[in-house]
């Protein structure tokens, strides 16, 4: 499998250059040429709002962090948006695919929000970390994803997905969602440690169309000020067969 390394597009990667354009690049490149994996290692990439492509690998090494870009008016509002009312807040969001299959994000390195720098006050856009709308075979694996602006992700009428070896930490603001499957299937979440400021995994089903079925959560530990795991929350469609197993809930209010 081919690999793209980001610098190699321009990408700078000492946390100050903006590196968006270069990482993007790269996506693009990789997708153009059939699929493989982007890779970013030795330094922190300063990004605004990140595209997803079929067939690629988004792979953060553990050397690395990919770090979202602290100007609310620099996120296009071209990524779907947020399915809860009165919180438009929430529409921005800085790593996006729509209508994608086979996407990976792993490796052992950091997606950092800089939720410090987008708090919840005065209609501040806040910026949700991943939102997936429409995708079919999706991997998250093995990254540390903290410090969201708002939700850490948000997977929107998809299916097939997992989401394994997650260290998720999503104090920093309120609204601090963990892992939120709305509409979708076959969802596996395992050996995730969660630590949120509102519900560590969420399951819904905002339509009638896209009801959520066949899920198994197993062998997490989840710490929250709200819920550890919430089902069916505003939901309107179905929700069926969720297993859930052998679940450690640390400090839930």
Known sequence: MSIYRVKEFG?????????TEAVQAAI????????????????DFLCCTLYLRSNITLF???????????VQEAYPTDTHY?????????????IYGEDLENITLEGNGLINGNGQNFPRQGGIARPMMIRLLRCKNVHLRNLRLHN???????????????ADGLDIHAQTNFNGDGLDFDGSKNIFVSNCRIDGSDDNICLQASSRE???????ISNC????????IRIGLKSIGDISNVVIDNIVFENIW
């Open 148 to 162: 969201s602006a708002a939700w850490t992700t948000a997977i929107l009428d998809s299916e097939n997905i997992w």
């Open 221 to 228: 530990t989840l710490s929250s000020v709200c819920a550890g």
């Open 210 to 216: 896209y009801p959520v079925k066949n899920v198994h």
């Open 11 to 19: 990408a700078v990667g000492d946390g100050v250059h903006v590196d």
């Open 60 to 70: 953060v090494d553990a050397s690395a962090s990919l770090v979202a870009l602290p």
């Open 82 to 94: 947020n399915r809860y009312i009165n919180e438009p807040d929430m529409n921005p969001c800085f």
């Open 28 to 43: 693009d490149t990789c997708a153009k040429d059939g699929g493989g994996t982007v890779l970013l290692e030795q330094g």
